[in-house]
């Protein structure tokens, strides 16, 4: 079955406590993309890749990090979490970002509370 | 920078009614454009997309959207309501090269309620 998984669906952690959350595709696709939810303020892109090794910054990048050495795999990475990074989460892949581009599928979400 | 403006955040729409969702970006390009569905607890799910050509533009659950570039608008619309449509609606304007789209910005949603 085609999907996007993120892991951990919940978390609860302190601040400044390093933490991952992993977001994996199994349909072989070059683009994907990080984004918080907010109320009120829709979903806000954090960072996004175009491919293995290629990642660029989103509209709110400020605190995070990613990587995408391979290609199913693009972890979010927050080195030293604040209590303003409490969010919902999502991560999305699509085939590519180009004009014949498919469908982007998001995953199901992981909710962050930092304490 | 582009910019997504939905004006509404809340629309109260009746059964069998008819449902038009507004949306406005700013964006000096011919845009990417995207209507989003977002059910309570759910992930996100693409209702319908507009990269060029016919500016009306059909999508899944019997939605359509029109691409007016003279009004900068990308408006969704239903002919008749389903109870199943009460959802958040986003939509979104994809910001990149000639042939594709890096970033991807959303508007803030547009809340519906379907009331018998």
């Known amino acids: 079955e085609a999907q996007v998984t993120q892991n951990p669906r919940y978390l609860i952690t302190v601040t400044g406590k390093k933490l991952t959350v992993t977001c994996s595709q199994n349909?072989?696709?070059?683009?994907m993309s990080w984004y918080r939810q907010d109320p009120g303020l829709g979903l806000r892109q954090i960072y996004y890749s175009m491919n293995v090794e290629v990642t660029d910054k989103g509209d709110v990048p400020e605190g995070y990090k990613v990587s995408r050495k391979e290609k199913r795999n693009f972890p979010l990475i927050l080195e030293s979490p604040s209590p303003n990074q409490t969010s919902l989460y999502f991560c999305?892949?699509?085939?590519?970002?180009?004009?014949?581009?498919?469908?982007?599928?998001f995953g199901p979400g992981t909710r962050l509370t930092v304490l | 920078a582009q910019s997504v403006t939905q004006p509404d955040i809340h629309i109260t729409v009746s059964e069998g009614a008819s449902l038009e969702l507004r949306c406005n970006y700013s964006y000096g390009a011919t845009p990417y454009l995207f209507w989003y569905v977002q059910s309570p607890g759910q992930g996100l799910q693409l209702l319908l997309k507009y990269f060029s050509g016919d500016t009306l533009v059909q999508g899944i659950k019997g939605f359509e959207a029109e691409f007016k570039r003279s009004q900068s608008s990308f408006n969704l619309r239903k002919p008749s309501v389903h109870w199943s449509d009460a959802a958040e609606y986003f939509c979104a304007v994809g910001e990149g090269k000639t042939d594709s789209w890096g970033k991807l910005q959303f508007g803030a949603g547009t809340q519906v309620v379907v009331t018998p």
């Open positions: 999305a892949s699509s085939l590519s970002s180009g004009r014949s581009a498919d469908t982007q599928y």
């Open positions: 349909m072989n696709h070059e683009y």
